[in-house]
């Protein structure tokens, strides 16, 4: 059974940092074959795809919004995904959940319909 556990959430101020940390478990293949993203959600909204990372690691996806700012990575020895978020405004608050797809590649990979595994989230909040 798959499992993904987020953590590094928390509260900072505009123009902080954080790392949001997804620890894996549980593939029926090598995590370097699993295709990843976070999402985030605030309520009253759909879930909005942040970043994603796909086809062995080697593709990366960012929403335009978060571009030059979040870098999203794989951490294969330790079977992690990480989101490195930086310059961090008061619309990137939410709660960010990490997502799984047994897919190789994503044609969308930023829609959360592609995802089958999903983790519990951890809260972002930025303030001004």
């Known amino acids: 059974r798959v499992q993904l556990v987020e953590s590094g959430g928390g509260s900072v101020q505009t123009g902080g940092s954080l790392r949001l940390s997804c620890a894996a478990s549980g593939f029926p293949f090598t995590f370097s074959d699993v295709s990843m993203a976070w999402f985030r959600q605030v309520p009253g909204k759909d879930r909005e795809g942040v970043a994603a990372?796909?086809?062995?690691?080697?593709?990366?996806s960012y929403t335009d919004s978060v571009k030059g700012r979040f870098t999203i990575s794989q951490d294969h020895a330790n079977n992690t995904l990480i989101l490195q978020m930086n310059s961090l405004k008061p619309e990137d608050t939410g709660m960010y959940y990490c997502?799984?797809?047994?897919?190789?590649?994503?044609?969308?990979?930023?829609?959360?319909?592609?995802?089958?595994?999903w983790g519990q989230g951890t809260q972002v909040t930025i303030s001004s």
């Open positions: 997502a799984a797809s047994g897919q190789w590649y994503l044609a969308s990979p930023l829609s959360a319909t592609k995802y089958d595994d």
């Open positions: 990372i796909y086809t062995g690691g080697s593709t990366t």
